[in-house]
């Protein structure tokens, strides 16, 4: 097993551009979610899944998309990067039922 | 609405002495609370969970509802538990959603 997968590691934008953080898990777990973490602000949630199909908005939902067409997939989508989004962005997922979410390795990402 | 305080940025003790890191946290229902610690270069990993009573780690948290607090304490602290310490929290009826407090860096001094 891969655990959950984010790619890529880094990216760069520039103000207004959009992109797609990708996540990827093979537990075959419901649940997944987007965090992003900034110095001094913790793990803040940016949107979370039930399951292919269902999503949630979490905390700072602004500035993001996400859909979850398949169990294994939740992109988080970037629509018109500005940089208060630069930050560091986790992916994580968990069983259904379960709260012990297992955490992907993190996109860090610089908007300029 | 769910909220998760950790009041303390940065926790500096020396090898060997007591560690206790504060979790308050705000709920109305019934909550799920949780440790999750990153080590550096790494990524974040569930420590220990309120509901399995366990001790990872020599570490153990008690949850008080009535204090609404969910301390992590160690006895004796070791050079290897330097890392960033995040509480957690989610609703029993809504454990897709987890919602994490601010951190606290625990710096271990030899």
């Known amino acids: 097993n891969a655990g959950v997968t984010q790619t890529p590691k880094f990216q760069v934008l520039k103000t207004g551009q959009s992109m797609t953080l990708q996540c990827a898990q093979d537990m075959n777990h419901e649940y997944m979610s987007w965090y992003r973490q900034d110095p001094g602000m913790g793990l803040r949630l940016i949107h979370y899944?039930?399951?292919?199909?269902?999503?949630d908005q979490g905390e700072v939902p602004n500035g993001y998309n996400v859909s979850r067409s398949t169990t294994e997939d939740f992109p988080l989508r970037l629509l018109s990067a500005a940089p208060s989004q630069t930050s560091v962005y986790f992916c994580?997922?968990?069983?259904?039922?379960?709260?012990?979410?297992?955490f992907g390795s993190g996109t860090r990402l610089t908007v300029v | 609405a769910q909220r998760v305080t950790q009041p303390e940025k940065l926790l500096s003790v020396f090898k060997g002495a007591p560690v206790e890191l504060k979790c308050n946290y705000s709920?109305?229902?019934?909550?799920?609370l949780f440790w999750y610690v990153q080590y550096s270069r790494q990524r974040l990993q569930l420590l220990l969970r309120h509901i399995s009573r366990e001790s990872i780690k020599g570490f153990t948290a008690d949850l008080n509802k009535g204090e609404t607090s969910f301390h992590l304490k160690k006895p004796f602290a070791q050079e290897e538990d330097s890392a960033m310490y995040y509480c957690a929290l989610s609703g029993y009826s809504s454990a897709s959603k987890i919602i994490f407090g601010s951190g606290t860096r625990l710096s271990i001094r030899p």
């Open positions: 709920y109305s229902g019934s909550p799920e």
């Open positions: 994580a997922s968990s069983p259904a039922g379960d709260h012990g979410y297992t």
């Open positions: 899944s039930v399951g292919a199909g269902i999503t």
